[in-house]
């Protein structure tokens, strides 16, 4: 038996030092160092009252139907963006048009969007509109952004149609590196103060609140940006009030 074992492990040994020369070590396995131990997590202060109330009202599930504003025969293509904007703009007065507004500037500016006005386009602030279905209902959905001026910030808007009526669904104002639409989901990314890292918030319709919602906040590391920002404002805003 002895005799027999050894033999056989001869030939195992022999045979993988052949395959080994024959197929280099291309494709081994590398340890790739201790593994953490598992914790599971530990409940703070159990006997801490749980709140009954937020603290903060983030207006989260606010929709807005956008007044002096059709769609004709539900398209929502068929709406005027800058019409979307000038409503905003009527419907804010203390937000655009008083002459300490914040976003006076945008007031201001909007008639560049006008060719019939012989404003200057390239001051316009309603940047360009995209369509794409947010709601899941198989139409077209408006995703507006437009500048804040004299502010480093943008507005960013969802809009879609119920019952023959454009309805604000999104509003978000930051100052914003980056958007980006994933599915029912609209990506928003922010500059930070702190070198190297971002804001980055996601809103996803919910079908249940007819609205979409804030569902993802982060702070991540990109390790690409060398000077910070300091965040405009914080994240969400009201739907209903920029």
């Known amino acids: 038996m002895r005799a027999t074992r050894a033999a056989r492990t001869t030939a195992a040994v022999a045979l993988l030092l052949a395959t080994a020369v024959a197929c280099g070590d291309t494709g081994a396995l590398q340890g790739a160092g201790a593994t953490p131990t598992?914790?599971?997590?530990?409940?703070?202060?159990?006997?801490?009252?749980?709140?009954?109330?937020?603290a903060y009202d983030f207006d989260e599930?606010?929709?807005?139907?956008?007044?002096?504003?059709?769609?004709?025969?539900?398209?929502?293509?068929?709406?005027?963006?800058?019409?979307?904007?000038?409503?905003?703009?009527?419907?804010?007065?203390?937000?655009?048009?008083?002459?300490?507004?914040?976003?006076?500037?945008?007031?201001?500016?909007?008639?560049?969007?006008?060719?019939?006005?012989?404003?200057?386009?390239?001051?316009?602030?309603?940047?360009?509109?995209?369509?794409?279905?947010?709601?899941?209902?198989?139409?077209?959905?408006l995703t507006l952004g437009f500048r804040l001026l004299p502010t480093k910030m943008t507005a960013v808007r969802v809009y879609t149609v119920e019952k023959h009526r454009l309805v604000q669904v999104m509003a978000n104002d930051d100052a914003v590196s980056g958007v980006e639409l994933a599915g029912r989901s609209v990506i928003i990314r922010s500059p930070s103060e702190l070198a190297g890292y971002e804001y980055r918030v996601q809103w996803t319709w919910d079908a249940d609140q007819k609205a979409m919602l804030l569902t993802h906040d982060e702070f991540l590391r990109t390790g690409g940006r060398k000077h910070g920002v300091r965040r405009a404002t914080p994240v969400p805003t009201s739907a209903a009030t920029p």
């Open 38 to 54: 598992a914790t599971s997590p530990a409940k703070l202060w159990p006997d801490l009252s749980p709140a009954a109330s937020p």
């Open 61 to 141: 599930a606010d929709t807005e139907t956008v007044k002096g504003v059709t769609v004709p025969g539900d398209d929502i293509r068929e709406v005027d963006p800058i019409a979307v904007v000038r409503a905003e703009i009527a419907a804010n007065p203390s937000d655009y048009d008083d002459s300490k507004a914040p976003y006076r500037g945008t007031a201001e500016r909007i008639g560049d969007c006008e060719k019939k006005n012989g404003g200057d386009r390239g001051g316009c602030p309603v940047l360009k509109p995209y369509y794409r279905d947010l709601t899941g209902d198989g139409r077209d959905d």
